[in-house]
């Protein structure tokens, strides 16, 4: 009997050694192939990792600004997946129209967080997605404004942030409605000061602006229901260089293996975007 057990338990135990030393090798192999893959698709010929220089819009909190730990979660985000691809990441931060236009002629290698166009495929490869923003509107609390389609929204003036993806949506149909400043903080101010009735602009960011910079106003406002549009965050690598379809490849690669290791929702965590992919 005491034979028997003895060698229930000497099975046991070697299959968990097995076992182990399974997991430690499937590990292993995987930091080998993603060191292969670096190597293989960014490094230099002298061994360095290669450098993708990304235009980056002005400052849209909380997705990405150069007063935030890191530039902001984007940023970090976009660092991590490259790294893992074999490039090292460089910004330039410029006004948006003036960045989209660089790396639309190649003058750098593309935009960091670019929503979906038809017009933008012509120039650019994209990315996979990472990451989900939403267009709203937003009335002042208590104001008895619904829509179910944009007609609806007909009676009512508009603001908008001048070159703003509500403010190009919106142009075609409501050009007289709108109201049109140069950022989402003049235009709360002026909602609040009932200079208009809606405004269309990024969910998270206004809200950023209002619980960081407009304390005063936190809970003044409702948002409409449905979404004006809900976009997608890529890369975009710029037609007009070198290779751009091997920085995206090493962009999709490396996004996919920090989504898989756990990587990406701690960053998402980290910077309190814990609920959004």
């Known amino acids: 009997m005491s034979s028997i057990l003895f060698s229930g338990t000497y099975n046991t135990v070697q299959k968990s050694k097995i076992l182990l030393v399974a997991f430690v090798v499937v590990m292993i192999l995987s930091g080998v192939e993603s060191k292969i893959y670096a190597a293989e698709n960014g490094r230099s010929g002298d061994g360095k990792l290669a450098t993708v220089t990304l235009c980056i ?15 902001g979660v984007v940023v970090e985000l976009v660092r991590r997946a490259f790294t893992r691809g074999g490039y090292s990441l460089e910004l330039e931060w410029f006004p948006w129209t003036r960045a989209f236009n660089m790396a639309k002629t190649g003058d750098c ?39 179910t389609t944009l007609r609806d929204l007909q009676p009512y003036r508009i603001g908008v942030a001048r070159d703003s993806g509500p403010y190009e949506l919106l142009k075609p149909e409501f050009e007289q409605n709108l109201d049109v400043a140069t950022s989402a903080y003049l235009n709360i101010q002026k909602l ?21 910079h407009l304390p005063e106003w936190r809970g003044a406002l409702e948002i409409l229901s449905p979404p004006l549009q809900i976009n997608k965050l890529h890369v975009i690598i710029s037609k007009k260089i070198e290779t751009p379809q091997k920085i995206v490849d090493a962009f999709n ?10 990587t990406f929702d701690a960053i998402l965590k980290e910077y309190n975007f814990s609920e959004i992919k």
């Not at 909190?61 to 007063?67: A, D, G, M, R």
């Not at 690669?253 to 756990?262: A, F, M, V, W, Y």
């Open 192 to 212: 609040m000061g009932k200079r208009f009735d809606l405004l269309a602009d990024e969910k998270l960011n206004v809200l950023y602006i209002i619980n960081t």
């Open 253 to 262: 690669h490396g996004l996919k293996e920090i989504q898989e290791d756990g």
């Open 109 to 147: 290698d593309g935009v960091l967080g670019a929503w979906y166009t038809e017009e933008r495929k012509q120039f650019f490869i994209y990315s996979e997605p990472f990451l989900t923003t939403e267009l709203v509107f937003f009335k002042r609390k208590g104001e008895k404004i619904t829509y």
């Open 57 to 71: 819009g002005e400052n849209w909190e909380p997705y990405y600004s150069e007063t935030l730990d890191n530039g």
